[in-house]
């Protein structure tokens, strides 16, 4: 079993999605008992949308409980190195020497926009393992795209 590394502030809202989640069970369950109560099943829309959703609720509670089970909390300030690693902070260097702050998470709490970049992602796949002064070329879909690694910090 395959552990899957985490922020704990990832970790927290992955069991706040499934309290949410296990809280809309017994919602869904009347709502398909009402449906139920209207009639003749086969031409009954409401039913099948209750079913659907219920299906859909199922299918991420197992999701989500899966994730929760193969949790492997990691506390970046508890982190040293000289290397790139899970829940660094990275600040690169562009081919124009702007600054790019990233840092590196898990898949669930990934949001680029926020400078949180997943580890499986293209540019978190190739900063990981580097150095302070390494050159990094990530491809991307829009081409190629050179990084010089400016700062690791563990925040």
């Known amino acids: 079993m395959e552990k899957v590394p985490m922020l704990a502030e990832g ?11 296990r809280a809309e069970r017994p919602k ?13 099943l086969s031409e009954n829309a409401e039913y099948h949308a209750a079913k659907e959703r219920q299906g859909q609720v199922e299918a991420m509670i197992g999701e989500l409980e899966d994730k929760i089970s193969r949790a492997q909390i990691i506390d970046p300030t508890t982190l040293s190195g000289d290397k790139v690693i899970f829940g ?3 600040t690169l260097l562009d ?4 600054p790019v702050r990233y840092q ?3 898949q669930t709490e990934a949001d680029a926009s926020k400078g949180r970049i997943s580890y499986n992602s293209p540019i978190g796949r190739a900063l990981i393992g ?14 190629d795209k050179f990084y010089l690694i400016d700062k690791i910090e563990f925040i």
């Open 11 to 21: 970790y927290e809202k992955l069991t706040a999605d499934l309290k949410v989640l």
């Open 130 to 143: 580097k150095q302070i002064e390494e050159e990094v070329e990530v491809t991307v879909p829009s081409g």
């Open 88 to 90: 660094a902070t990275v």
């Open 95 to 98: 081919e124009n020497d702007k």
């Open 28 to 40: 869904i369950v009347d709502a398909i008992e009402e449906a139920r109560a209207h009639g003749d």
């Open 104 to 106: 590196i998470v898990g």
